[in-house]
């Protein structure tokens, strides 16, 4: 059984560009949710999908997007990057809830 | 919102003694408390977790207590080892919409725990 896989590991990125992040839930999971983990602190709820549809938003403004495929997989989109939006971004994948979530090992983002 | 609070940020035990890191939260709504173990570069790794409707849950060295009516929540680690430092943190799940069944974590802030030789 694989676990939750996200990808690229590392990215750096220019003020005001647009960025994509990709994530392949674990398998049978049919839910995913993205979280911002800010150096030093605790993850930070973005947004959840479920059958294709977003579920649920956490306080991230709407250049914050995101998709989920037929086959679970998902990504999260961010526009117009700032520099704090400099963080780790995690996608969490799950078969039920209210959980057990299985996280993979983030997408380390750097915004200059 | 839901608000979870933790303690210590940071616990430094000798190697063999207990750890004990201790959460609380503010939504009553609350049904599910996940710990969470991370390592350097790594995201989380679920190490224990208790729902709404239990009191208590052990799983070897680790165990995890929930006070509902306090709004409580610990993690005790016995017989603590090197391979056991790491961050941990608490969560609390709740749900987020009246239908479609979606939850949230929202977590602590992190306690730092250090296992000297």
């Known amino acids: 059984e694989t676990g939750v896989t996200q990808s690229p590991t590392h990215l750096i990125k220019t003020r005001g560009q647009q960025v994509t992040l990709r994530c392949s839930s674990q398998?049978?999971?049919?839910?995913v949710s993205w979280y911002q983990q800010a150096l030093g602190q605790g993850p930070q709820f973005i947004f959840q999908y479920y059958r294709e549809e977003e579920n649920g938003r956490g306080n991230f403004p709407p250049r914050f997007s995101g998709l989920q495929f037929p086959n679970y997989s998902s990504e999260l989109n961010v526009n117009a990057l700032e520099l704090d939006d400099s963080a780790l971004y995690l996608c969490?994948?799950?078969?039920?809830?209210?959980?057990?979530?299985?996280f993979g090992s983030g997408t380390r983002l750097t915004v200059v | 919102g839901e608000n979870v609070e933790q303690h210590p940020s940071t616990l430094s035990v000798q190697e063999g003694d207990s750890a004990v890191i201790k959460c609380t939260y503010s939504?009553?709504?609350?049904?599910?408390f996940p710990w969470y173990k991370q390592e350097l570069g790594k995201g989380p790794q679920l190490i224990i977790d208790i729902r709404s409707n239990v009191g208590e849950k052990k799983d070897q060295r680790i165990a995890v207590t929930l006070n509902k009516t306090a709004k409580h929540f610990s993690l005790h680690i016995t017989e603590t080892q090197p391979e056991d430092s790491a961050v941990y943190f608490c969560a609390a799940s709740i749900r987020f919409k009246l239908t479609g069944g979606g939850n949230k974590l929202t977590f602590g802030t992190g306690t730092q725990l250090k296992v000297e030789l």
């Open positions: 398998s049978g999971h049919n839910t």
């Open positions: 939504d009553s709504a609350s049904n599910y």
């Open positions: 969490a994948s799950s078969s039920g809830q209210p959980g057990p979530y299985t």
